[in-house]
């Protein structure tokens, strides 16, 4: 069974701290992505990768970064938090790349910002 | 701007119950379309893929209107299990990328 695996199931962080959120996944998958979602809005992609060292943008990147060093390993960022940033944040992986894969979900970490 | 729509509901129905969730998506160069199941508190999991000849698995029965732009899910037989958050997710292309774009989902609540 493929598992995708995030460091923390609740955060609490303080306005301005830096924040890394930690995804592992263990079955060798080469798209990595991170969503948020929050009520009434539903999922948002922030960021994707599709190779090691490779980023791409998604819907809502501001205020975000991201870190692809390994294949298996996939890490959100927020530089400087803001509580507009508390959020339940979902990591979630893939194999193929051509839009009709199957996503595996991380089962989410909650991000307070106080 | 990419957008999935859905009904929010909360959709109330007994057990035993047919109810049919739909979806419309605004790209017309959308390639894939699938829906996911939410439970609360947990994460999306596939349900189904939705094919354009529509396809069934069990109780669950999914169909696609590409020329309306238009997703429907209809489940027979309702379970209480069923309960949850059905999202519907449409594949998008965007410089040279394909990502999926959620819609904020349909609430079902099966009750006894």
């Known amino acids: 069974d493929v598992k995708v695996t995030q460091s923390s199931r609740y955060l609490v962080k303080r306005t301005g701290e830096k924040v890394f959120l930690e995804c592992v996944q263990d079955?060798?998958?080469?798209?990595m992505f991170w969503y948020r979602q929050d009520p009434g809005l539903g999922l948002r992609l922030i960021y994707f990768?599709?190779?090691?060292?490779?980023?791409e943008k998604g819907d809502i990147p501001e205020g975000y970064s991201v870190s692809r060093e390994k294949k298996e390993r996939f890490s959100l960022i927020l530089e400087s938090a803001s509580t507009n940033q508390t959020s339940m944040y979902l990591c979630?992986?893939?194999?193929?790349?051509?839009?009709?894969?199957?996503?595996?979900f991380g089962s989410g970490t909650q991000l307070s910002v106080l | 701007r990419k957008e999935v729509e859905q009904d929010p509901g909360p959709f109330n129905v007994p057990e035993g119950a047919t109810v049919a969730f739909n979806c419309t998506y605004s790209?017309?160069?959308?390639?894939?379309f699938f829906w996911y199941r939410q439970d609360c508190r947990k994460e999306p999991k596939l349900l189904m893929s939705v094919y354009s000849s529509g396809n069934e698995d069990g109780r669950f029965t999914a169909q696609l209107n590409r020329a309306s732009q238009y997703i429907s899910l209809l489940i027979r037989d309702s379970k209480l299990s069923d309960s949850a958050t059905y999202l519907c997710?449409?594949?998008?292309?965007?410089?040279?990328?394909?990502?999926?774009?959620f819609g904020k989902g349909t609430m079902l609540l099966v009750s006894p």
């Open positions: 079955m060798d998958h080469e798209n």
């Open positions: 979630a992986s893939s194999v193929s790349g051509l839009g009709d894969e199957k996503l595996f």
């Open positions: 997710v449409v594949n998008e292309k965007d410089s040279g990328y394909s990502t999926l774009t």
């Open positions: 990768s599709y190779d090691v060292k490779m980023k």
């Open positions: 790209n017309s160069a959308s390639q894939s």
